[in-house]
């Protein structure tokens, strides 16, 4: 997988998980120092410092839930949250257990 595959080798890959709807969910810090110098947290042409949101449920490539916020919007399509700057324990909010409402995402982020 290509967006695996850079991320790794940018040392910027912080955690991997699969959503509740079936997607992965990749968590990515900005990969720079202090204060995300690069401002690539709030660049949304960038991977860094990301949530990503992608169906890897197909043969070949993944593919982008047509859900994703900025799917038609001049960013990323892989792009679900953006801003983050070194994100660490993800885990997924299940959402509300009487109504099953508001599954989302709970990231800490480091200090």
Not at 8 to 15: K, P, T
Not at 37 to 62: E, V
Not at 70 to 78: L, T
Request: with cysteine.
């Amino acid at each position: 997988m290509i967006i695996a595959d850079w991320l790794v080798d940018a040392s910027v890959l912080l955690q991997l998980l699969f959503g509740d709807d079936g997607f992965l969910y990749i968590f990515t810090g900005d990969g720079g120092g202090a204060g995300d110098p690069n401002g690539y947290s709030q660049n949304k042409q960038s991977l860094l410092g990301k949530a990503l949101r992608i169906d890897i449920s197909h043969r070949r490539r993944y593919k982008i839930p047509v859900s994703n916020p900025f799917v038609g919007e001049m960013a990323r399509p892989e792009i679900y949250a953006y801003g983050l700057r070194n994100p660490w324990r993800c885990s997924m909010d299940k959402g509300d257990a009487l109504t099953g409402l508001s599954v989302c995402l709970s990231v800490c982020l480091s200090v």
